[in-house]
Nanobody, 115 residues
Framework: QVQLVESGGGLVQPGGSLRLSCAAS????????MGWYRQVPGKQRELVAT???????NYADAVKGRFTISRDNTKNTVYLQMNSLEPEDTAVYYC?????????WGQGTQVTVSS
């Protein structure tokens, strides 16, 4: 089992940057596929970016070229670097870990982009 704790959210002006972190506890972090998702009230949770155990990445079209997902297996942590933030990026961001049919979620961290 994996426990996930997100951090790094907050209030930022349009055009600004934030880096989210997701620290994982439990064993075998390196073999999990990791991802970031986001959700706004009244809408379904949507994929932002994923990274496989081998380091391959995938991004939602809305964030391509602005966001970068990465992982540090020595620290059991996955990151989401968010640049050129837009008001439309405002959401609760959730970290996810997947392996062998199991899926684990963090508690989420709020990101608000506003002037």
């Amino acid at each position: 089992q994996v426990q996930l704790v997100e951090s790094g959210g907050g209030l930022v002006q349009p055009g600004g940057s934030l880096r989210l972190s997701c620290a994982a506890s439990g064993s075998a972090f390196s073999i999990y596929a990791m991802g970031w998702y986001r959700q706004v009230p009244g809408k379904q949770r949507e994929l932002v970016a994923t990274i496989t155990s081998g380091g391959s990445t995938n991004y939602a079209d809305a964030v391509k070229g602005r966001f970068t997902i990465s992982r540090d297996n020595t620290k059991n942590t996955v990151y989401l670097q968010m640049n050129s933030l837009e008001p439309e990026d405002t959401a609760v961001y959730y970290c996810n870990a997947k392996r062998a049919g199991y899926s684990y979620w963090g508690q989420g961290t709020q990101v608000t982009v506003s002037s």
